[in-house]
């Protein structure tokens, strides 16, 4: 089973970028595809964006399209997330999950192992 470690959280204006990162252990990283998602304050949580295994397939909420681009590097064990003209409606705690399955990857419900997440605050 993998372990997910996120970083790179913290406080920014609007208009500026992060960079997200997931380091995974204990696992063929290779296997898994992974997901972004975010919980927002008082809101539930929604699917950001989402890579296959292979990174030959992304996916993206229409809300970050265009801003925000998930990559990973299987060597490394990393999936990251660059975020760029932050919002302050992109203010939330990002999670990162793993899952085996090859379908749904826009679905919380298709990921078995999530990280601790990482907050992410965007003033404007």
């Known amino acids: 089973q993998v372990q997910l470690v996120e970083s790179g959280g913290g406080l920014v204006q609007a208009g500026d970028s992060l960079r997200l990162s997931c380091a995974a252990s204990?696992?063929?990283?290779?296997?898994?595809?992974m997901g972004w998602f975010r919980q927002g304050p008082g809101k539930e949580r929604e699917f950001v964006s989402a890579?296959?295994?292979?990174?030959?397939?992304?996916f993206y909420a229409d809300s970050v399209k265009g801003r925000f681009t998930i990559s990973r590097d299987n060597a490394k064990n990393t999936v990251y997330l660059q975020m760029n003209s932050l919002k302050p409606e992109d203010t939330a705690v990002y999670y990162c999950?793993?899952?085996?399955?090859?379908?749904?990857?826009?679905?919380?419900?298709?990921?078995?192992?999530w990280g601790q997440g990482t907050q992410v605050t965007v003033s404007s």
């Open positions: 890579i296959t295994w292979g990174g030959g397939g992304t």
């Open positions: 999950a793993a899952t085996r399955s090859i379908v749904r990857l826009t679905s919380s419900s298709e990921y078995d192992t």
């Open positions: 204990g696992g063929t990283f290779s296997r898994y595809g």
